[in-house]
């Protein structure tokens, strides 16, 4: 794409730094005598380029703790950084700045109806807020023909396949070109031509623009993509 939107920071591939760092992490649920431990002295570090996968049990913590490296909980103790941005004790206007430097990919798609593909993945760029109408358009409809939707643009999700759904939700979160995505079971409602091509299309685009992955995951037929798999159970990351 011919895009004026800011890349990710190629120094840190050069550098091969971490762009996730996780020390010595806590989280609980609940307060009071409902509080309850979730997450367990959590330790991992990813850097930039690599597909990470997280595998694990229903209920081991997985989704958890994407959302605290996704800036979408705050994290109760430890350490968090996210592209050198500490989240621990973070303000929400800094957890929301870190926000704008994810892609998220989510298993349901999370398409707005009422929404064409086309203007469903203008909105990945409304949040950055440099950008006319009318380059918004023009990028989102760049991406589409990438991940082979050119003529679907102006259909609705009740329209579309499955893993067209999936499709427009990888475009939504990588038009803007961000350092980071963050994929929770992206291919759990599909069917396997499906899962592949989509966790295929994830690879392609994000070796392309640099970014790092991380994907949380039930499917092991898609475990191939990855540059190294981590397992969490009970609340504890258990391998690395």
Same mark, same amino acid.
């Given at each position: ?17 971490? +762009? ?8 609980? &649920? ?13 330790? *991992?570090e990813i850097k930039s380029g ?14 958890t703790l994407l959302t605290l ?13 996210? *592209?050198?941005?500490? $989240? ?7 957890? %929301? ?8 990919? &989510?298993?349901?798609?999370? *398409?707005?109806?009422? *929404?064409?593909? $086309? ?22 409809? =760049?991406?589409?023909?990438? %991940? ?49 091509? %989509? +966790? ?7 070796? =392309? ?23 969490? =159970? ?7």
């Amino acid at each position: 794409m011919n895009s004026t939107l800011p890349k990710p920071d190629l120094r840190l591939q050069r550098e091969n730094r971490a +762009v996730i760092s996780v020390r010595n992490l806590d989280h609980y &649920f609940g307060k009071g005598q409902l509080k309850k431990q979730v997450l367990f002295d959590i330790n *991992l570090e990813i850097k930039s380029g690599e597909i990470v996968l997280m595998t694990g049990p229903s209920g081991s913590g997985k989704t958890t703790l994407l959302t605290l490296v996704g800036g979408l909980r705050s994290p109760h103790s430890g350490s968090l950084k996210i *592209l050198d941005q500490e $989240l621990c004790g973070a303000s929400s206007g800094q957890l %929301v700045m870190v926000r704008r430097q994810i892609g998220y990919i &989510f298993q349901a798609h999370n *398409l707005h109806r009422s *929404l064409t593909a $086309l203007q469903n993945v203008r909105m990945g760029l409304e949040m950055h807020g440099t950008l006319s109408t009318a380059q918004m358009l023009q990028y989102a409809a =760049e991406i589409l023909e990438e %991940v082979g939707l050119g003529d679907r643009m102006n259909y609705y999700p009740e329209d579309l396949s499955g893993g067209q759904k999936q499709r427009v939700a990888i475009a939504r979160a990588l038009v803007s070109h961000p350092p980071i995505v963050l994929a929770d079971e992206p291919t759990a409602a599909l069917d396997s031509k499906s899962g592949r091509e %989509v +966790v295929n299309l994830m690879q392609k685009l994000a070796k =392309e623009q640099g970014c790092t992955i991380l994907l949380v995951t039930h499917d092991n037929r898609i475990l191939d993509i990855a540059d190294r798999i981590v397992s969490m =159970e009970d609340g504890r990351l258990i391998s690395s």
